[in-house]
């Protein structure tokens, strides 16, 4: 389970990183970051009706949590993470699931680096 402390609760968190942030897509999900501060890093999760009903959302949900504590190490302090669940998600398998969120992840960690070298 992700740790308390890093799970985004409040919409306007949500907001400031899909409506700030880098985004990057894969078929079973898309993820936004943006990074400001120096706090710990929050994840939130969207998962919608579109992906299925209550048992699937929650099941995808629980899979998402359970990958980006596995991965919580690799975000920069302040970082606001929102993973956004598509409707493949919900026929994904977990290793499907896993090398897709890495996917985007890698990507737009890259995407910051780059900006990060070019501003120095």
Same mark, same amino acid.
């Given at each position: 389970?992700?740790?308390?402390?890093?799970?985004?609760?409040?919409?306007? =968190?949500?907001?400031?990183?899909?409506?700030?942030?880098? +985004?990057?897509?894969?078929?079973?999900?898309?993820?936004?970051?943006?990074?400001?501060? /120096?706090?710990?890093?929050?994840?939130?999760?969207? @998962?919608?009706?579109?992906?299925?009903?209550?048992?699937? +959302?929650?099941?995808?949900?629980?899979?998402? !949590?359970?990958?980006?504590?596995?991965?919580?190490?690799?975000?920069? !302090?302040?970082? #606001?993470? @929102?993973?956004?669940?598509?409707?493949?998600?919900?026929?994904?398998?977990? =290793?499907? #699931?896993?090398?897709?969120? /890495?996917?985007? #992840? /890698?990507?737009? #960690? +890259? +995407?910051?680096?780059?900006?990060?070298?070019?501003?120095?």
């Amino acid at each position: 389970m992700l740790p308390r402390q890093t799970r985004m609760r409040r919409g306007k =968190e949500f907001e400031a990183a899909i409506k700030r942030g880098k +985004r990057a897509g894969r078929p079973a999900v898309v993820i936004h970051l943006t990074v400001s501060g /120096d706090e710990t890093p929050l994840i939130g999760f969207v @998962v919608s009706r579109a992906v299925g009903g209550a048992v699937v +959302r929650n099941k995808v949900k629980r899979r998402l !949590r359970h990958l980006m504590r596995d991965r919580l190490d690799r975000l920069p !302090r302040g970082s #606001l993470l @929102v993973v956004r669940a598509n409707p493949p998600a919900a026929a994904a398998r977990y =290793e499907q #699931l896993a090398a897709e969120l /890495d996917l985007a #992840l /890698d990507r737009l #960690l +890259r +995407r910051r680096e780059s900006s990060m070298d070019g501003q120095r």
